[in-house]
């Protein structure tokens, strides 16, 4: 991309997956999903309902689970976890009277880390990018490229300032993931830490006509489908467990998905379960032979 959208993330060490697919094209089809075990093709609503999920299988393995909610909720993944809206918290830095900034998520993250003894899966579910309006997801220093669509209708903006807006969106992004990884550093006394951050679906931006997300799948261009995936991995948890991280980004152009989430956070906790499906952890071909045998 010709401009400059991700200034932070390209001077850390990330992986970035760029042939990666969502399960859905909105929050509430490609959230329950993405921690389900079943792939995309199997996926149902009313099946997923029925099993548990990713977060519960960690919890039952001991690890303690808590997800952290900046938009519209956790779609009933979290029922059975620690559960915490951050979305409207009394912090005149990242809040204003209507949402709080993404930042938000990492607002007293430490102390509720510190809470606890155990191994520890944190969901940090972002605001993001999410539309119409764009211009309210990032805050004034992130407001780089104008001049920038202010209209909740983005049809009724020039493409050049909606486009604008969501890349001041993206870059603010940026910034929160770099914040998170920085996070992370600091834990590294006590924790092997890694972060994936994937989204849940795309958006069209006026590319033939159609914007937002949501439509049927088997109909939805490929805006709403290809997302970004992006992974960081501690010095401390590639020497622990013998990650290879170089392996890793021979691997960034592979077919990847939100299929392959599951699994791959089941083989980095190293969680044993009929339900691991090993070719589609996406780390597992990067550890020792010892670890993945």
Request: proline fraction near 4%; charged fraction near 20%.
């Amino acid at each position: 991309y010709a401009r400059e959208t991700n200034p932070e993330l390209s001077k850390d060490n990330v992986v970035s997956f760029n042939n990666t697919y969502s399960c859905g094209t909105s929050t509430a089809e490609s959230l329950p999903c993405i921690f389900s075990h079943f792939g995309q093709e199997d996926y149902s609503s009313s099946d997923a309902g029925r099993y548990e999920n990713l977060l519960d299988v960690l919890s039952h393995s001991g690890v303690h689970v808590l997800w952290r909610d900046n938009n519209s909720g956790c779609k009933g993944v979290c029922d059975r976890v620690a559960y915490e809206d951050v979305s409207n918290l009394p912090v005149p830095t990242l809040c204003n009277t209507s949402e709080c900034f993404d930042e938000i998520l990492l607002h007293q993250l430490q102390e509720r880390i510190q809470q606890n003894n155990e191994d520890i899966f944190v969901v940090l579910h972002q605001k993001g990018s999410h539309g119409p309006a764009y211009f309210k997801r990032f805050p004034e220093a992130f407001r780089r490229f104008t001049p920038e669509c202010t209209d909740s209708a983005p049809q009724n903006c020039q493409k050049e300032t909606l486009l604008n807006a969501y890349d001041n969106s993206i870059l603010y992004t940026d910034h929160f993931l770099h914040q998170t990884i920085e996070f992370l550093k600091s834990m590294s006394g006590q924790y092997n830490t890694v972060m994936l951050y994937a989204s849940d679906h795309g958006e069209s931006l006026g590319e033939n006509g159609i914007y937002l997300h949501g439509l049927p799948y088997a109909l939805s261009p490929d805006e709403q489908r290809h997302i970004p995936m992006i992974a960081w991995i501690s010095n401390g948890y590639s020497a622990s467990f013998g990650l290879d991280q170089q392996c890793l980004k021979k691997h960034y152009a592979q077919p990847y998905s939100h299929d392959n989430i599951f699994h791959s956070m089941l083989g980095l906790f190293g969680v044993e379960t009929k339900q691991y499906k090993k070719d589609h952890d996406i780390f597992r071909q990067c550890f020792a032979a010892t670890k993945t045998q």
